[in-house]
């Protein structure tokens, strides 16, 4: 038999110490060197019964096959985004985990555990699992913010007569987020309006950002009794 018998799942086949021995029909020996095939072995985990033929005459034997397990992971590139805006989910785009195998297997794997990371604001460690080790990234989670707010449309009236009320059928205002996200507002708050004859400046007014438009108050005249 070959000396090696337990593999590791991958490696190839070693015949190394084997001596196969062809007896002939009148008692000679001679030792086979070439032309032999060998079959059976699949270098997965589990027993294999792994048979030599030669001229139309076969042996085997057995040899047992282990999984290949990770004996170190590693970052070969960084995700892209490292910084994120509170509420956003994790992105792995760019980040390659490498995993060296004890058969000498390298490869780029994809099924890997990320645990560490919530979207509250603040610097946070995640820990990247995979096959019973682990690596470590940095990111960094900012407050969700209003980078803009911005009246899209304006009420469709702008001219009033004295004692009206303000009607704000028509406006449209818009909150810009700095995680790109636009959203439309319908809580804001109105100041500046007055029914008293005059050009007046209205403010649309939303957690700290302020917008105006105008409006024209005319007086309340006779036309006919």
């Known amino acids: 038999q070959p000396d090696k018998l337990s593999y590791i799942e991958g490696q190839a086949l070693d015949l190394t110490g084997m ?16 032309g032999y095939t060998v079959s059976g072995y699949t270098a997965m985990p589990g027993m294999d019964t792994v048979t030599l033929s030669y001229l139309g005459k076969s042996v085997s034997f057995q040899v ?11 970052l070969s590139s960084a995700p892209e985004k490292t910084e994120y805006v509170e509420g956003q989910s ?5 980040m390659r985990i490498v995993a060296t195998y004890d058969n000498g297997d390298v490869e780029v794997v994809q099924n890997y555990v ?69 959203e439309e507002v319908t809580d804001y708050q109105i100041v500046g309006f007055s029914s008293n004859v005059g050009t007046h400046t209205v403010s649309v007014a939303y957690k700290g950002w302020v917008q105006t438009f105008t409006i024209n108050v005319s007086p309340r005249v006779l036309t006919h009794i």
Do not use: H, W
Not at 64 to 74: D, G, H, P, W
Not at 90 to 94: A, N
């Open 19 to 34: 001596e196969l021995i062809a007896v002939m029909n009148d008692g000679t020996e001679k030792p086979v060197i070439t």
């Open 64 to 74: 047992e096959t282990r999984a290949k397990t990770v004996v170190e992971l590693s």
């Open 90 to 94: 994790f992105d792995p785009t760019g």
């Open 114 to 182: 990320v645990s560490g990371f919530d979207s509250t604001p603040g610097y946070k460690t995640l820990t990247i699992s995979y096959g019973g080790k682990c690596v470590s990234i940095s990111i960094t989670v900012v407050a969700r913010v209003i980078t803009d707010f911005r009246i899209v449309s304006y009420p469709t009236k702008q001219e009033y007569l004295q004692y009206e009320s303000l009607d704000l059928t028509g406006l449209t205002v818009e909150a810009i987020y700095n995680d790109g996200i636009i």
